[in-house]
């Protein structure tokens, strides 16, 4: 065997062993190497049979990572001392419904969440103007969910111990997207992450781990998740610009409200009498939608945003007001469907929330 | 009754310690050294590395002390020696026990007479 297989057997061990022993405080886990790395290097010194199985045996009669590791938990008094089977459930009583089984139906649970929340914000009209979060939050809430549960199915018996973290990992991610998406939709998303988390919790008490050792994990991929999520807005606002210089703006297929025109510069065919100028622009119909929306649209075809005028009870008869939801254009001037310079203003008469 | 595995278990580990200081008293070893005398008598170790737990925990009692030294043959060596804290306890345990195992085997071997 040469110098290189031995080191890849010996270190493959160590880091095993540093795998198991991630809830115990670092000095600890540190001393305990080392005590098995000397051990290692003494036994083969010692030994005058340097072949793959002679390390092998070596390795054998030291034993399990995770019979060090438990030795290692119970010698050193940790809270986590207890042995796995003698773990208290937190819900669910043994002989009706183990522990196990409770991460499980969570797990599964926290899927057809995240799931629904996704589906929710896709289909649900005033969340999906807000482009291009319904896309991202189906594909992404769902991966995640599915991240949460693989979690819990990975971290049985026998496995490695990490595989808490991927739970705790999905969780944050979601939690991270529902706060750059507070105001709009992350609500959605909460449940999905709440009951993920309390997986977490289960398998991290069935394991003997340290939820709090968990935590940075978490915090670490909700930051992730922000920022991603940040970055591709910023990518989406640099698509608005462009598609807005190119005149032709090109909107989602979900995008679409009730008797909306195509909005458009492009000749179509109209009378020769309408001067047909790259710079007059038709305005939109904007009447009936979100405000966000509607300023959306009159900016995509090159006319300036305005400020908007809020209606209340009062300010406009009832039966006017109560025609569109709050916080949906009311009306507009210039009237839709007339051309315009480019660069005009559109003032817009917008129903108070 | 708790089970019979877990009874066995239990007593070699609680044993085990001191027969650790046993091994050190009177002279210092290192780890592996430690290691290779315990398994000279079957039945103490079941597996060599919870030896070094063990030796922590010993450690942090105060019953032992470390110190590196450089090997002839190879990397330094840790070597173990008792500390008075750790003769101590060895002193009460032997005594304590004696009496125990001699109690045990009273019962075993004569227990029908009584």
Known sequence: MNENERRDLIE??????SEELDDIPASARRELIEDVRSHIEEAWAASEDHSRAALLNILERLGEPETLAREERDRSGLPSALPEQKQVPLIAQSGTLSNRAVEWVLGIVGVALSIAGALFVWVSGPF?????????????WVILGFAGLAGVALDGEGGSRRWGLLTWGATGALLGSAIVGLLEFGLFVLPSAVVLALAGVLGDRRRGRNTLRQL???????????????ATLVVAAAIYQYSRVEASPKYPSYVTAPARPVPTTEATGAPSTRPSSAQ?????????????????????????????????????????????????VLSQTPAPGTLAPRGTAVHLAVREQ | MIDKQGLITQMRKGAVEYCILALLAGRERYGYELVQALSRVDGMLVTEGT????????KREGLVKTEWRESQ?????????????????????????????????????RGKEL
Do not use: C
């Open chain 1, 128 to 140: 999906a103007s807000v482009w291009p979060f319904p896309a991202l939050a189906l594909v992404m």
């Open chain 1, 216 to 230: 940075p994990v978490a915090a670490a991929a909700g930051a992730a998740s922000l920022v991603l999520i940040l």
């Open chain 2, 73 to 109: 043959h190879g990397p330094p060596r840790k070597y173990y020696r008792l500390t008075p804290a750790g003769e101590s306890a060895l002193e009460e345990f032997k005594a304590q026990w004696k009496v125990f195992a001699e109690a045990v085997e009273v019962f075993l071997t």
């Open chain 1, 280 to 328: 007059q622009v038709e305005i939109p119909n904007v009447i009936g939608l979100p405000e966000a929306e509607a300023r959306r649209l009159i900016l995509a075809v090159g006319l300036t945003i305005t400020q908007a005028n809020y209606q209340g009870p009062g300010d406009t008869p009832d039966e006017a007001l109560n025609r569109v939801p709050p916080g949906h």
């Open chain 2, 51 to 58: 030896v070094y737990p063990i030796l922590s925990r010993l």
């Open chain 1, 12 to 17: 493959g061990y160590l880091e095993r062993l």
